[in-house]
């Protein structure tokens, strides 16, 4: 027989799950009657909670939108998913950063010592430029959350790392012979949906960036370390020009062209480059890269015409490129057209 607070609780979660809930589905679900199921809702209103009655065969209950904030039930995947989405909030650039850290010192306060110890765990460096290439990924909570309490523990992590190809849904994509990684982990980063580990990696005597969504943890863990500073003192700046290939923040070749596109089409796809509108047909797109030849392969993508305002060693890769283009559909082999013959069926 459960107490009418846990009947409520559960009552409350319940509600948050769906719009709409019939009557007779909750009061089966609560294993009450349909009676305490009024009881219960309208003590939930008395508790602050909008719930309003819907119509139907057996009439059934919507969860609201109250005029005052009442109390708030997370689980333990809630919990991780308010702490990192309050902590990654500066990186969207809407300048909420001071109303996000107090958002989530407030939740805080009122989460009992489990989820509290499990929020406090989660700390997260969000990166507002996009690093690397690549689609966002989905990462497992029960790894994130657990990466992060080694982070916070400072104690060494073992881990197994999948090859970059694995299958995401297999469950063992590690050679066994391979030994698991030894690392000091220091930060987790995010960026545009990817998530990395940063640590130092005790066999290679290096700073390392990991895929988390390629890590399987190992325990237990091993013995606590001092932390070192990574170089610069700035873990976004230091991520930022490792994926770079810099030990600066800074690309190597940096270029600009015109490009017959209005601004508003560019700028999903800028990245980290900077977009000005020229008219409403036209805008100019500076963005760098690695080597001259691959900036002028990423200014390729647009696929319009353009014009390069400077360095000219961007037009001399563009003239390399066009060589090497043409050079490839000069030898590729001839298309061969199939016609369908003539149906002489009588």
């Known amino acids: 027989m459960t107490t009418t607070t846990s009947r409520l609780l559960h009552l409350l979660s319940l509600l948050q799950t769906r719009r709409d ?19 219960d809702v309208d003590r939930l209103r008395e508790m602050g909670y909008s719930i309003q009655a819907t119509m139907g065969p057996d009439g ?31 990186a969207a650039g809407v300048g909420i950063e001071e109303d996000a850290v107090r958002a989530l010192a407030t939740i805080r306060q009122v989460m009992p010592s489990r989820l509290r110890h499990r929020l406090d765990a989660i700390e997260v460096t969000a990166i507002a430029g996009r690093v690397g290439s690549g689609s966002p990924t989905r990462v497992s909570t029960e790894v994130l959350v657990s990466l992060a309490q080694t982070v916070r523990a400072r104690e060494v ?9 694995a299958d995401p849904d297999a469950d063992h994509d590690v050679d066994s012979t391979t030994p698991p990684r030894r690392v000091e982990p220091h930060r987790i980063v995010t960026s545009h949906g990817r998530w990395f580990l940063l640590a130092w990696d005790l066999d290679r005597e290096d700073w390392r960036l990991f895929s988390v969504d390629r890590v399987t943890p ?10 070192r500073q990574v170089p610069g003192g700035d873990v976004e700046e230091f991520v930022s020009a490792r994926f770079k290939g810099r030990d600066v923040n800074e690309w190597a070749c940096r270029g600009t062209v015109i490009l017959d596109l209005p601004a508003r089409d560019v700028l999903p796809f800028a990245g980290d480059g900077t977009v000005r509108a020229l008219d409403d047909h036209r805008c100019s797109l500076e963005i760098g890269s690695w080597s001259w030849g691959s900036l002028a392969a990423s200014f390729g993508r647009f696929e319009v015409r353009m014009e390069v305002v400077e ?32 149906n002489r069926s009588d």
């Open 60 to 90: 059934g209950y919507r969860l609201g939108a109250g005029s005052e904030l009442p109390p708030l039930l997370f689980d333990d995947d809630q919990t991780v998913a308010v702490a990192v989405a309050l902590q990654t909030a500066p």
């Open 218 to 227: 190992r325990i237990p863990t091993g013995p606590r370390f001092t932390p």
């Open 157 to 165: 992590l073992r881990f197994d790392y999948a090859a970059r190809d």
């Open 311 to 342: 360095p000219p060693e961007l037009t001399d890769a563009f003239a390399v490129l066009a060589q090497r283009y043409a050079d490839t559909a000069r030898t590729a082999p001839p298309r061969v057209t199939v016609v369908d013959a003539p």
């Open 21 to 39: 809930w019939p009557g007779a589905v909750l009061a089966e679900r609560l294993e009450v009657s349909h009676r305490t199921v009024r009881r």
